[in-house]
């Protein structure tokens, strides 16, 4: 219900600033339109009028005749009249064009912050949820604990262990959020992928040695434009990725192609396809991950390294068994 009433909120929040900024636009457009309609009225006006403007009265009065400065007159009020309501038109039409487009451009100068908001909304309540869930894990635990009187001091220490373990798990989860906020503009370099896959191959030998997966390393000498440090991160959280997933005794590989891409491959259950296009969003899991660890910050994670790079990042199902996780260049 809080998510449906913050949603709500930001509509209403939006409604209101689009009906300003459409205010505005449109105040904008009829003063400029205004402006040049009195202009226009005017010169018009006086043409209108330019031919008694410069010629003597009594030549006016007594070789024209007052029948023929009449009629000229009449016509010339009569043709005032008619500037005046085509400009009267003219304006109602620009006023109408002007709140269907301003409405158009209001809600188009408003999509980014509406969808930046509404993703800090989102993410706000996905780790506040997050960080609930061990709390209250915890908490229930000592709770039982406290009110067991036949407790021993085993059962503590055991529980203390517990506390221990959830927060860590706290602990990995706000240095994983440290490091998404604190992803910024990186300088880009002409570095060699090789000593990159070997200290990402390194950083998660030990990992991979307890669920006995070996990780094969095919990717050949080339360079790439890119920041060592965040593509090195992004080839640990794939690594990392592909061993959580992958049954003990398998193989991860890794592939390269100069120009092209680095990719991870793994011998796991693969991506459903539903989950595909949500998996590089923060804190999203898709069901059959719900009961493994992580937070779902990894690839979320990977892709803002990747966009900050100008790179793209990609997943795909392998035609056997598992999945490919990989950075485009």
């Given at each position: 219900?809080?998510?449906?009433?913050?949603?709500?909120?930001?509509?209403?929040?939006?409604?209101?600033?689009?009906?300003?900024?459409?205010?505005?636009?449109?105040?904008?457009?009829?003063?400029?339109?205004?402006?040049?309609?009195?202009?226009?009225?005017?010169?018009?006006?006086?043409?209108?009028?330019?031919?008694?403007?410069?010629?003597?009265?009594?030549?006016?009065?007594?070789?024209?005749?007052?029948?023929?400065?009449?009629?000229?007159?009449?016509?010339?009020?009569?043709?005032?009249?008619?500037?005046?309501?085509?400009?009267?038109?003219?304006?109602?039409?620009?006023?109408?064009?002007?709140?269907?487009?301003?409405?158009?451009?209001?809600?188009?100068?408003?999509?980014?912050?509406?969808?930046?908001?509404?993703?800090?909304?989102?993410?706000?309540?996905?780790?506040?949820?997050?960080?609930?869930?061990?709390?209250?894990?915890?908490?229930m635990e000592?709770?039982?604990?406290?009110?067991?009187?036949?407790?021993?001091?085993?059962?503590?220490?055991?529980?203390?262990?517990?506390?221990?373990?959830?927060?860590?798990?706290?602990?990995?989860?706000?240095?994983?959020?440290?490091?998404?906020?604190?992803?910024?503009?990186?300088?880009?370099?002409?570095?060699?992928?090789?000593?990159?896959?070997?200290?990402?191959?390194?950083?998660?030998?030990?990992?991979?040695?307890?669920?006995?997966?070996?990780?094969?390393?095919?990717?050949?000498?080339?360079?790439?434009?890119?920041?060592?440090?965040?593509?090195?991160?992004?080839?640990?959280?794939?690594?990392?990725n592909a061993?959580?997933?992958?049954?003990?005794?398998s193989t991860?590989?890794?592939?390269?192609?100069?120009?092209?891409?680095?990719?991870?491959?793994?011998?796991?259950?693969?991506?459903?396809?539903?989950?595909?296009?949500?998996?590089?969003?923060?804190?999203?899991?898709?069901?059959?991950?719900?009961?493994?660890?992580?937070?779902?910050?990894?690839?979320?994670?990977?892709?803002?390294?990747?966009?900050?790079?100008?790179?793209?990042?990609?997943?795909?199902?392998?035609?056997?068994?598992?999945?490919?996780?990989?950075?485009?260049?």
């Open positions: 219900m809080s998510k449906v009433g913050d949603k709500l909120r930001t509509m209403k929040l939006f409604d209101r600033a689009t009906v300003k900024l459409m205010a505005a636009y449109t105040g904008i457009l009829m003063l400029i339109s205004i402006g040049f309609s009195v202009i226009i009225g005017s010169v018009v006006m006086g043409e209108i009028h330019r031919p008694f403007e410069h010629v003597p009265q009594a030549f006016v009065e007594h070789r024209l005749g007052d029948d023929f400065v009449e009629v000229y007159r009449t016509r010339a009020d009569s043709a005032e009249g008619r500037v005046v309501v085509a400009l009267v038109m003219i304006n109602m039409a620009v006023l109408a064009f002007g709140l269907v487009s301003s409405y158009f451009l209001a809600r188009w100068t408003l999509r980014p912050i509406e969808q930046a908001m509404a993703d800090e909304s989102r993410f706000v309540s996905d780790a506040s949820h997050e960080l609930r869930t061990p709390l209250a894990s915890m908490q000592n709770e039982v604990l406290l009110r067991d009187k036949e407790a021993t001091k085993a059962d503590y220490k055991e529980q203390v262990k517990s506390n221990l373990e959830e927060v860590g798990k706290l602990r990995d989860m706000a240095n994983a959020l440290l490091k998404l906020n604190r992803v910024e503009s990186l300088e880009l370099t002409s570095i060699n992928v090789v000593p990159i896959v070997g200290e990402a191959v390194d950083r998660i030998a030990k990992a991979a040695e307890t669920k006995n997966i070996a990780v094969e390393n095919k990717v050949g000498s080339f360079e790439v434009r890119a920041n060592e440090d965040a593509l090195t991160e992004i080839l640990v959280v794939y690594l990392d061993i959580k997933y992958s049954p003990e005794g991860v590989t890794i592939s390269g192609k100069s120009g092209r891409y680095l990719s991870v491959s793994d011998e796991g259950p693969g991506v459903n396809k539903a989950d595909m296009p949500r998996l590089f969003e923060r804190f999203y899991r898709s069901d059959e991950s719900r009961h493994s660890e992580g937070f779902g910050l990894g690839l979320s994670l990977a892709k803002r390294l990747a966009d900050q790079m100008d790179m793209k990042v990609s997943v795909k199902n392998n035609k056997e068994k598992g999945a490919t996780f990989a950075i485009n260049f």
